[in-house]
């Protein structure tokens, strides 16, 4: 039977009595969920990858201790989002001691949008999310880019509901004075 | 717009509002242009940024994941093989060693025909008298 007919438990089953494929089967069930995760928290960059890889080992080291309390999925979205905002958090040191300001302000919406009108808008929404503060950045990754309820939401970032309602309000009014230059009033 | 009502909107994309709520907020869209346009632009800008969303990390990533497990296990592997050899060779010889150290003992017990530390180690067993007595025990002027 092809993995890709073959439910979550059972591969993991397989993968656990150290059946590769099984585990292949797994990183290519849920590449674009974590890959959503990581580059929208990170951008498109060599270190979204490096999140992406590491959140699969770290899923292979814990097969055996994986009990399936909370869905493959959101198990792994939760360490893609941490191992993202740890590496935010290295960036933010290293663009301290090196430029003084966040990367992110470093490279500017407007001047990409400048320098080269072919930038596609995807590319403009990612920046614009990327510019949004972490725990703004990560409400909306999950909740609107992921689309885990707020009550998952909330569970995976290990914060009230209430907290992630405020955040995604703040957040999109955020984006919309960011994009709006862009894209008119939105519509 | 009233701050409260506009929170009403971007609440209502997220949670389940109370019936009261939906009425103030329906009433509210009924009455309001620009909050009909401000549901609009929102709905713009979640649909933006969920399409916006990435779907892969590249080709071929499957495999490179599986190689950095398959390097990563390998490397662990050999640590844990020559720790392990290590090991085994410490043992043989630590067994050797408590052999040999118990038959020296039964050598030099059987030998002094008693159990002492001193027969242990293969020593005489002498008094202090005897030691003292001993011919070969020269007095200090007998050297001098």
Do not use: W
């Not at chain 1, 979204?48 to 493959?72: C, H, M, N, P, W």
């Not at chain 1, 993202?84 to 301290?96: A, G, I, M, T, Y």
């Not at chain 1, 510019?131 to 009550?151: H, P, Q």
């Amino acid at each position: 039977m092809s993995e890709e007919n073959l439910t979550d438990e059972r591969l993991i089953t397989a993968a656990r009595q150290g059946d590769n494929q099984a585990f292949k089967g797994l990183v290519r069930r849920y590449e674009s969920r974590v890959a959503a995760t990581a580059i929208g928290m990170l951008g498109k960059c060599p270190e979204a990858e490096d999140v992406g890889q590491e959140t699969f080992i770290r899923f292979y080291k814990s097969l055996k201790r994986f009990r399936g309390e909370s869905s493959v999925g959101t198990y792994l979205t939760r360490i893609a989002i941490n191992l993202s905002l740890n590496e935010l958090r290295r960036r933010k040191r290293r663009s301290f001691i090196f430029f003084h300001k966040p990367l992110e302000e470093v490279y500017d919406i407007a001047n990409a949008r400048a320098s080269n009108q072919d930038v596609e808008d995807r590319e403009l929404v990612q920046q614009a999310i990327q510019k949004l503060d972490l725990k703004f950045r990560s409400v909306v990754v999950l909740r609107l880019i992921d689309g885990y309820s707020t009550e998952e939401t909330a569970q995976i970032l290990n914060v009230p509901v209430g907290t992630v309602l405020s955040r995604l309000s703040r957040a999109q009014k955020k984006l919309k004075e960011l994009l709006t230059p862009y894209y008119g009033d939105m519509r | 717009m009233k701050k409260r009502v506009l929170q009403l909107l971007y609440r209502s994309f997220d949670a389940e509002l109370m019936l009261e709520e939906k009425q103030e907020l329906e009433a509210a869209l009924k009455m309001s242009p620009q909050l009909r346009e401000e549901r609009e632009r929102v709905i713009a800008l979640r649909e933006s940024v969920s399409a916006g969303a990435a779907q892969s990390f590249g080709p071929f990533f499957a495999e490179r994941v599986m190689r950095a497990i398959t390097s990563a296990a390998e490397k662990r592997n050999g640590v844990e093989t020559f720790f392990a050899s290590l090991q085994l060779a410490f043992r043989r010889v630590a067994l050797v060693g408590a052999v040999a150290i118990l038959l020296l003992l039964a050598y030099n017990f059987a030998k002094s025909g008693y159990v002492s530390v001193e027969a242990a180690f293969g020593m005489p067993q002498e008094t202090l008298t005897e030691v003292l007595e001993s011919p070969f025990n020269a007095t200090l002027e007998e050297l001098l």
